[in-house]
């Protein structure tokens, strides 16, 4: 997703009443969360990795909402 797209969203996430809403870009970052093949640094065996803080926030996410139910779904900082 573009990132001004994503700005848009989560602003229209939370014009709606939507009071747990974290926006988080990740740039360098394709859609589907693997290196951009526009990075010079990325080998061709890192391509098809999916970013460790990516997982991290995500796995953070679901034991805060999920798991704990706590509301606001906010991760910790490192």
Same mark, same amino acid.
């Given at each position: 997703?573009?990132?001004?797209? @994503?700005?848009?969203? /989560?602003? &229209?996430?939370?014009? *709606?009443?939507?009071?747990?809403? !974290? %926006?988080?870009?990740?740039?360098?970052?394709?859609?589907?969360?693997?290196?951009?093949?526009?990075?010079? @640094?990325?080998?061709? /065996?890192? &391509?098809?990795?999916? *970013?460790?803080?990516?997982?991290? !926030? %995500?796995?953070?996410?679901?034991?805060?909402?999920?798991?704990?139910?706590?509301?606001?779904?906010?991760?910790?900082?490192?």
């Amino acid at each position: 997703m573009i990132a001004h797209h @994503a700005l848009e969203l /989560a602003r &229209a996430m939370g014009d *709606s009443g939507n009071k747990q809403v !974290l %926006l988080r870009i990740f740039p360098n970052l394709t859609h589907v969360f693997t290196p951009s093949t526009r990075d010079k @640094a990325v080998t061709g /065996a890192q &391509a098809g990795e999916v *970013s460790l803080e990516v997982l991290e !926030l %995500l796995q953070g996410w679901a034991a805060n909402v999920l798991v704990r139910g706590k509301d606001g779904g906010t991760v910790p900082e490192k």
